[in-house]
């Protein structure tokens, strides 16, 4: 790809960030506050339910008082955000939005990965790491967790959406830990959920140089990075293996918005021990393959016959007159009237190929160049 091209689309990914975006950070605030105010109302309402229900029934409080509340607090918020970023990440058929599809997916990693680096270099000059970068260092994450989503819809090695969903609800419930270990004093239930931590070796401080953090908070601020990148890691290593391996992979099985990467499809490896695959992006495919045959042919005929030649010499009048080492090219009756078809992945319908269809004339899905 030209560095021109990647450069556009590099400004793209920033511009994404103010317009098709701004969902992510009404999220990020309006989720913040809501997320507090459920805390807090669900603590309250949670504890004098449980009361309530442990006089009439010979329940253990303690027990289910947190069961309830690790469901509320921590796995419908974790579903709910899932739910949230994968809506507004796809379409209605589930497939990437048209915005993210870009042809190098990894320019979608750009800005977060700035805005990572920028709340790093501002929490090395502030010295010690208080609340405010802590929440810096994990809204920063967060951005790179979601447009990693997007990354691994827009692959083609590794691209497992329901997978991608499993770890962004592992990073959410991370966060929601966090959170709640500290605001549970707005629900009166600080006690239970410092209890609840040290049991499981989650409560106390980690030292960060003469500064001590508390440990769910930086599992906090730092699990959507970790998630991130470590997709991300694996997913390089997968397709350096595809790429060695090569494998014949029809259209229809990859998913609209997913990359048709030249090295999977199929008679990738004839084309390319014959030379006659061209570079992604350069505009030219197998029809430029067949008009320069076409062209070196036509020069080897008038090179065979020249302008000055007879015209019994290099017009054909029988079966006689060919010349010994001449090719002619032989095309069957009945293919020369046949009009190429595409296969739709999505209603698995065929339209004309050259038609120019930027959209199935059938579903409406986008249809993207090879």
């Known amino acids: 790809m030209a560095p021109s091209r990647t450069r556009r689309e590099l400004v793209d990914s920033f511009r994404l960030l103010g317009r098709e975006e701004l969902w992510l950070f009404a999220g990020l605030g309006g989720g913040a506050v809501g997320y507090l105010i459920w805390i807090a109302g669900t603590g309250v309402a949670v504890g004098e339910f449980v009361r309530a229900l442990a006089d009439a029934l010979p329940v253990d409080r303690g027990s289910t008082e947190l069961w309830v509340l690790a469901v509320l607090w921590v796995v419908l918020p974790s579903v709910v955000a899932v739910r949230y970023v994968v809506g507004h990440l796809t379409n209605l058929r589930g497939n990437v939005e048209q915005c993210y599809r870009f042809e190098r997916p990894l320019v979608l990693l750009g800005p977060p990965a ?215 090219v032989y095309t069957p009756p009945e293919d020369s009237g046949t009009v190429k078809s595409e296969l739709c992945p999505i209603c698995r319908e065929t339209y004309a190929a050259d038609a120019g269809h930027t959209n199935c004339p059938n579903c409406n899905a986008v249809i993207e160049s090879d």
């Open 114 to 328: 700035v805005f990572l680096l920028g709340a790093l270099g501002v929490a090395a000059v502030r010295g010690p790491v208080g609340p405010v970068t802590l929440i810096a260092l994990g809204a920063a994450n967060i951005v790179l967790l979601v447009r990693t989503m997007a990354y691994g819809y827009r692959v083609y090695s590794l691209s497992v959406p329901r997978g991608l969903q499993a770890l962004l609800f592992l990073a959410t419930v991370a966060v929601s830990l966090g959170v709640v270990s500290r605001t549970a004093s707005l629900a009166g239930q600080e006690a239970l959920v410092e209890s609840t931590a040290s049991r499981y070796g989650l409560g106390g401080d980690v030292a960060l140089g003469s500064v001590s953090v508390p440990l769910l908070g930086l599992v906090a601020a730092t699990a959507p990075g970790i998630v991130a990148v470590s997709y991300v890691w694996v997913q390089v290593f997968a397709s350096l293996i595809v790429r060695i391996r090569r494998p014949d992979v029809p259209r229809s099985t990859i998913r609209a918005g997913q990359r048709y990467p030249q090295v999977v499809r199929p008679g990738t490896d004839r084309r390319l021990t014959m030379g006659t695959v061209p570079e992604e992006g350069d505009g030219t495919g197998e029809s430029g393959t067949a008009s320069r045959f076409e062209s070196e042919s036509g020069s080897s005929g008038s090179h065979a016959g020249g302008p000055g030649a007879p015209a019994a010499e290099t017009a054909g009048t029988g079966g006689e007159d060919h010349r010994f080492g001449e090719t002619r």
